[in-house]
């Protein structure tokens, strides 16, 4: 959700002098400057219009002496949930799960085995953030903050808990799920859950906002919500995809692009109302815009040394994908969409919350 990423405050800005070096561009205004006054090491970013990628580029350094390129993965932080989301629903649009069955029928975390609570669980719940768990679990381990169904909190654990009932409900690992119901059949090629799926070409470096890299974590174990790489392209084409419904019978793409969780009232409260569309929410693995003519699909990612950005309008196809690899990386969002002339109400709706 872009005011838990975006909305981090002040950064010191330190001088760094890679980021001028020359990247890969096709039909897209040059961001060399923008990064290097931002202090970004490098952005990779896909242009989507009329539901087609029209353009893509990156510019910047992916790494120490290694300047990003198109074909460069970068670690997609929270714009993994959507992927989840999608690979579920596909499953769910085939009848090989259900949206409101108890998950507990066929998974149940250890940590919640004494808490009832448990029983209420559904993959409805975990897609639009309302399952009453945390973001993730403590030392302590998995435990309630609220009851199922009460209220909105952000939760990766939730996410989790979907992946998992998803493996015990078919018999299958959850990344195998993905390769035969998403990344195969979206010939995402540059995009996977684990490390081993993307070294062919090494991942962008993470930078923290002082221009220091940081270590690439190996991935050797899904996660659900977070960590998973993908190419700007690549994520282009699955977000593509998720604006047409595909792999999805008409009643579930009806109940992803439907409001489950009201967050107007949170986010569009005072001086921020002037600038947010009528109505704005969780959906089913996206964060939906609702405009007077349309719904924009929205989601964005933030882990040490990455901010990822992805948004679609379903009425148009206008859309765009901008990784990067910074702790500063929110801070070229409005740039590059501004310099990309992307839709003027999206952007608008980002500048409020930002201000």
């Not at 035969?180 to 906002?209: C, I, K, N």
């Amino acid at each position: 959700m872009l005011n838990r990423g975006v909305c981090v405050g002040a950064v010191a800005l330190v001088a760094c002098a890679s980021v001028a070096d020359a990247g890969t561009h096709t039909g897209l205004p040059d961001m060399t400057t923008t990064l290097r006054e931002q202090r970004v090491e490098s952005a990779s970013v896909a242009v989507i219009r009329a539901g087609q990628i029209v353009s893509t580029g990156a510019w910047g350094m992916a790494g120490p002496n290694r300047p990003a390129t198109a074909s460069t993965p970068y670690n997609l932080a929270s714009l993994t949930k959507p992927l989840t989301a999608e690979v579920i629903l596909r499953l769910v649009s085939a009848g090989r799960l259900s949206l409101d069955e108890p998950m507990d029928r066929y998974w149940s975390d250890p940590d919640l085995s004494r808490d009832p609570r448990r029983m209420k669980l559904t993959v409805r719940m975990a897609l639009s953030h309302q399952t009453g768990l945390p973001n993730w679990r403590d030392a302590k381990g998995l435990a309630f903050d609220h009851d199922p169904g009460t209220t909105i909190g952000y939760s990766g654990e939730g996410y989790q808990y979907a992946a998992r009932y998803a493996e015990h409900r078919t018999g299958h690992l959850f990344e195998k799920l993905a390769a035969r119901w998403l990344f195969a059949p979206a010939h995402l090629r540059a995009s996977g859950y684990v490390s081993g799926q993307g070294e062919t070409v090494p991942m962008a470096v993470p930078y923290d906002a002082a221009g220091k890299p940081l270590p690439v974590e190996r991935v050797t174990r899904y996660n659900a919500a977070d960590l998973a790489h993908a190419t700007a392209r690549d994520y282009a084409r699955f977000l593509i995809n998720a604006r047409n419904d595909k792999g999805m019978v008409a009643s579930v793409a009806a109940e992803r692009s439907r409001l489950q969780a009201d967050l107007t009232p949170q986010i569009c409260a005072g001086s921020k109302a002037a600038s947010c569309p009528p109505w704005t929410g969780f959906g089913l693995g996206w964060q939906l815009l609702g405009f007077p003519d349309g719904t924009t699909m929205l989601h964005t990612g933030k882990d040490a040394g990455a901010f990822t950005f992805a948004a679609i309008d379903r009425a148009s196809g206008d859309g765009v994908v901008i990784l990067t690899n910074s702790d500063n990386g929110w801070r070229v969002i409005l740039p590059i969409l501004e310099r990309t002339v992307s839709d003027p109400k999206l952007i608008a709706f980002l500048r409020g919350q930002m201000n």
